[in-house]
């Protein structure tokens, strides 16, 4: 008998790994589509991010090496047109340094709030 011909093997939404086509990714958090290995925004196993394919559909250039396409409201999976905004990778980057708690270079700020030192516990966040 030939390898891989056999039929007792799930197909299709039977198989446990079926996805219907839609998955969100797990190293990245953002949706995936598949569209074809063939499509120009295709990875190499025929899945574009949705919000590249939405902002494609909606008649404008794919973002280049220097931009990316920022969620404003956070929300990897909302992919509406109305909340994708292209900007450049610095600005990008600079919008999630702040939230993270960063300064303008990238690094931690320091942060005394809630911690005990000299034998007291410090309640205000020093700027940064």
């Given at each position: ?51 590249h394919l ?75």
């Amino acid at each position: 008998m030939p390898k891989g011909v056999h039929e007792h093997h799930l197909h299709g939404q039977s198989h446990y790994r079926w996805n219907s086509g839609r998955m969100v990714s797990s190293t990245t958090g953002y949706v995936k589509l598949r569209v074809g290995k063939d499509h120009p925004l295709a990875d190499g196993n025929g899945y574009a991010y949705e919000h590249h394919l939405v902002w494609a559909a909606a008649g404008r250039a794919a973002p280049g090496r220097e931009n990316v396409l920022h969620h404003l409201n956070g929300d990897k999976t909302n992919n509406r047109l109305a909340n994708l905004t292209l900007m450049t990778r610095a600005e990008h980057n600079r919008i999630h340094n702040e939230e993270r708690g960063r300064d303008e270079k990238g690094h931690f700020c320091k942060r005394a709030a809630g911690r005990l030192l000299d034998g007291r516990t410090h309640d205000e966040v020093p700027e940064c």
